[in-house]
């Protein structure tokens, strides 16, 4: 059975850094991307960052993009998503997702609060 389970959410003042994990389980990880996506209170899902299985391939949403740094461990089957800089429009649960042609797995996400 594939899990993912992220961690490291919370509250956070504005200009203030966070680092989410996921951890996964029964899969082959290192042959997914990964990727983190967000939705924010009455918004669409959006996709944050991604990254190949081999992590030689990197993308992030344009909005994140200088703030964000993702980043995997494929002996640990981990992956990062380090947040600087963070400000009131990151607020959001966040979700770490693989994906693999036409299969994909979702973790249940991790709310990120940034407020003063």
């Known amino acids: 059975q594939v899990q993912l389970v992220e961690s490291g959410g919370g509250s956070v003042q504005p200009g203030g850094s966070l680092r989410l994990s996921c951890t996964a389980s029964?899969?082959?990880?290192?042959?997914?991307?990964m990727r983190w996506f967000r939705q924010k209170p009455g918004k669409e899902q959006e996709r944050v960052a991604a990254?190949?299985?081999?992590?030689?391939?990197?993308f992030y949403k344009d909005s994140v993009k200088g703030r964000f740094a993702i980043s995997r461990d494929n002996a640990k089957n981990l992956v990062h998503l380090q947040m600087n800089r963070l400000d009131a429009e990151d607020t959001a649960v966040y979700y770490c997702?693989?994906?693999?042609?036409?299969?994909?797995?979702w973790g249940q996400g991790t709310e990120v609060t940034v407020s003063s």
């Open positions: 997702n693989a994906f693999r042609g036409t299969t994909e797995y």
């Open positions: 029964g899969l082959a990880f290192d042959t997914y991307w």
């Open positions: 990254i190949s299985g081999a992590g030689d391939y990197i």
